[in-house]
């Protein structure tokens, strides 16, 4: 039954999630966190983390760590096919019926108005994850400088996370 509840609660979220899976970050946090309390703010911060750092999508990413952290192989399987199916069925049935209906007005304008929500849905999912993570004004500067040389300098994400980890084990080894 257990294994169900974790299906459930992933398909629930991607279902009614929409903009990729930094907006379902938020979603995920009150389902597993506040609502059901599998595991708590520090473990989810450090999934994030994983998952982030992790190649794929970080919703999926995140799903399948959740899932394995509670419920084993068949907990990571049940949240990865929960999290996953939702997209599936939902793209499957836009690509049927929708997509003769692509220079439709009205669904033009669906899409122009679901575009600022979605914005919306990923900063909460930052402010949050800001929030929880008890972050220091050393590691904020840290931040703000990496998004401002991702953003406007063009250096890859993946150039920014292999530095920070590699920053990481030079500070704390030189610190311990």
Do not use: H
């Not at 990413?61 to 929960?82: R, T, V």
């Not at 997509?99 to 575009?115: A, P, T």
Request: charged share 15%; proline share 3%.
């Amino acid at each position: 039954m257990f294994i169900i509840k974790l299906f459930l609660t992933f398909f629930k979220i991607g279902a009614f999630t929409f903009g990729g899976g930094y907006a379902m970050i938020p979603l995920i946090q009150v389902e597993v966190v506040d609502k059901n309390k599998w595991i708590d703010n520090e473990e989810f911060l450090d999934i994030i983390a994983i998952a982030q750092s992790s190649p794929g999508a970080i919703a999926v990413n995140s799903a399948i760590f959740i899932g394995y952290k509670i419920g084993g192989i068949i907990g990571a399987l049940a949240c990865m096919l929960g999290v996953i199916l939702p997209s599936f069925i939902i793209i499957l049935i836009i690509s049927m019926f929708l997509f003769k209906y692509r220079n439709n007005e009205v669904v033009s304008k669906i899409f122009l108005g679901v575009r600022p929500a979605v914005v919306a849905l990923i900063i909460s999912a930052v402010y949050k994850l800001t929030k929880t993570s008890r972050i220091k004004k050393k590691l904020l500067i840290i931040s703000l400088i990496t998004l401002i040389l991702v953003v406007f300098v063009n250096i890859s994400p993946v150039v920014m996370v292999l530095v920070g980890g590699f920053g990481a084990i030079v500070y704390f080894g030189y610190k311990s």
